[in-house]
């Protein structure tokens, strides 16, 4: 399949990279895929000029100018923000354009003005045109792309041929739809593990699926175009392949002697082996695969590269990797809440990584997200409802069960910045919910 980020495999910096041709670019992409991918075309009509003056043309044309400049930035502004974004206001065409120059047309713009109010509602509704995706779509997806990964682990350790092109169709679902990342990041903080589960399945595919997720928020945050970020996600999802070559029993056990991790080092050369077998045009999957333990002071393996000889798409993905190991519970210990795992993470590990991918990192990784349930240090379990930017750990929260978890009558908000004796202690999934009775 091909793509556009070559920059960006090449392993140069692409932090900053908004130029105007790539977002061409990307909605000609999204304009052939029929998916909205991006700020839609902002083309609009010029020449609202009073052509019996000179001078009035002149004004005229400079204010229409500005006029556009000025909605194209609120527009910017507003999908950056995640609000619905308007349609560029229509100018009011009831005279025909040969006939603008004749007199009289400059005494027909007061009449249109008053018509102008009722037509926009209709432009301007369909804003939310592109369906906000619902938890079961997410889910769906969720599980497709647990699916892929699993494939191709299972065609890896056979040694048979695999393609990678339904993880970028995957992906490009992923990203397409608004909010989905939030949701599916949702999903991802109610991965429960049970003794059963333990082993492959879950110390790698459902692993390489949940930093794939990470790494396209931190990605988010960085301001990545749509290809950038379908490339992201395809490497967080393959970046674990060299596991399969592994011993099995290594990841049913709890404690590593340093046989076992002098073993375990060993997965990224191989799944770059494997990743190379691709082709030439995925030649950058395999060298994120190879890079993805490296690490900026030079602490990482398996060739202890430092900062910027190390791709981009490597770095954001060994700082997913590691939150995904500390959120993620397992058998013998509870995993740690978001804000808990990026502590972990600055306290102990920050030299390792770019500070750039950190600071996003914290800023996007580090609160609950919005629908998120939860429970308090009172008992009483809530949904995120609204998030603070003063405070993103102490978030709005709409309580659903009381401490002794009978379902509440009355709709009640708690904003926990406002009441410091009560904090956030857990993560609760649907199921329990449904189950409660404390």
């Known amino acids: 399949m091909a793509r556009n980020a070559d920059m960006v495999r090449s392993g140069e910096e692409a932090l900053h990279n908004q130029e105007n041709q790539e977002t ?32 009035f043309s002149q004004i005229s044309h400079e204010i229409a100018i500005m006029a556009d400049v000025v909605d194209q930035v609120n527009r910017i502004s507003d ?63 969720y599980e497709e792309l647990y699916e892929f990964v699993e494939g191709v682990m299972s065609a890896a350790q056979e040694g048979r041929p695999f393609s990678v092109e339904p993880g970028f169709v995957l992906i490009s679902r992923a990203i397409d739809a608004p909010t989905a990342t939030d949701v599916l990041y949702r999903r991802t903080i109610y991965t429960r593990e049970s003794g059963d589960d333990h082993g492959f399945s879950t110390s790698v595919v459902l692993h390489s699926v949940n930093v794939a997720i990470y790494a396209l928020k931190i990605g988010e945050g960085l301001g990545y175009n749509r290809n950038q970020l379908i490339d992201l996600g395809v490497s967080g999802l393959l970046h674990d392949v060299g596991m399969v070559t592994l011993p099995s029993d290594l990841f049913s056990k709890g404690r590593f002697s340093q046989n076992d991790i002098d073993t375990l080092q060993q997965h990224p050369a191989r ?22 333990h490296e690490r900026e002071d030079g602490s990482g393996y398996p060739q202890q590269l430092t900062g910027n000889q190390i791709h981009e798409y490597a770095k954001i993905i060994g700082v997913a990797d590691i939150y995904a190991g500390l959120t993620r519970t397992r058998p013998d210990r509870n995993g740690m809440l978001p804000f808990e795992a990026v502590k972990e993470i600055l306290q102990t590990r920050k030299q390792e990584f770019d500070p750039r991918v950190v600071r996003v990192l914290l800023k996007t990784l580090s609160a609950f997200p919005v629908g998120s349930l939860v429970k308090l240090n009172s008992g009483a379990i809530g949904r995120v409802v609204d998030t603070d930017i003063d405070s993103p750990l102490r978030p709005v929260i709409a309580i659903l069960f009381d401490p002794e978890g009978r379902p509440v009558q009355e709709a009640r908000e708690i904003r926990l910045r406002e009441n410091p004796i009560l904090h956030i202690t857990d993560t609760v999934t649907p199921e329990e919910t449904g189950a409660c009775r404390f």
């Open 271 to 292: 799944g770059r082996d494997i990743l190379t077998q691709l082709g030439e045009d995925y030649r950058w999957l395999s060298e994120v695969a190879h890079q993805e």
């Open 24 to 55: 061409q670019e990307n909605q000609e992409t999204a304009n052939q895929a029929g998916t909205f991918t991006g700020i839609p075309n902002i083309d609009q009509p010029r020449g609202r000029a009073m052509y019996d003056f000179p001078v």
């Open 79 to 141: 999908y950056i923000s995640g609000r619905p974004i308007t349609q560029p206001q229509q100018q009011p065409q009831t005279a025909p354009p040969p006939q603008q120059g004749q007199p009289g047309a400059p005494q027909q713009a007061p009449q249109q003005a008053p018509q102008q109010a009722p037509q926009q509602a209709p432009v301007a509704e369909p804003a939310p045109a592109v369906d906000q995706p619902s938890e079961e779509e997410m889910e769906f997806i």
